[in-house]
């Protein structure tokens, strides 16, 4: 199996100041068959409440829309944010952005070429105010 090329198209963008409103442990919702072992579908989620929007962009027709909260697992975060993240505490107020991108990876194997399309929604800026 060959490395996969991706592709992605940012759908929106958000800039926000918001608060760190803690951490939940979500569930699998037994939903494939390699659930709940080896889905990745549960754990820890970093919950954030969106105070007040500083910019938003809607590129794309299925981008989201302006959000009350947002939700990412920490396991998803990058070693840079996930520091950040490591050092908050309930209550703490942050300056947030992310963006919503709609994620193309095509694998190469025995012949045939495997496609996959899923939505990702990186964090860009995670500051304590």
Known sequence: MSEPTISRETLSTHSTVSK???AEDFPC?????QCPDSCGH???VAVFQ???YLAYNKLGQYGDEKQDKFHIKVSKLDDTVRGIYAQLKPGD???LDWKH???TRTTYSGGKDFTSKSPER???KL???
Request: avoid cysteine.
């Open 29 to 33: 919702l037994f939903r494939t068959s």
């Open 127 to 129: 500051k304590k105010k």
């Open 101 to 103: 991108d709609y994620v």
């Open 122 to 124: 990186p964090i860009t």
């Open 42 to 44: 549960g754990g820890l």
């Open 20 to 22: 760190f409103a803690g």
């Open 50 to 52: 969106v105070d007040e």
């Open 93 to 95: 107020e942050v300056l």
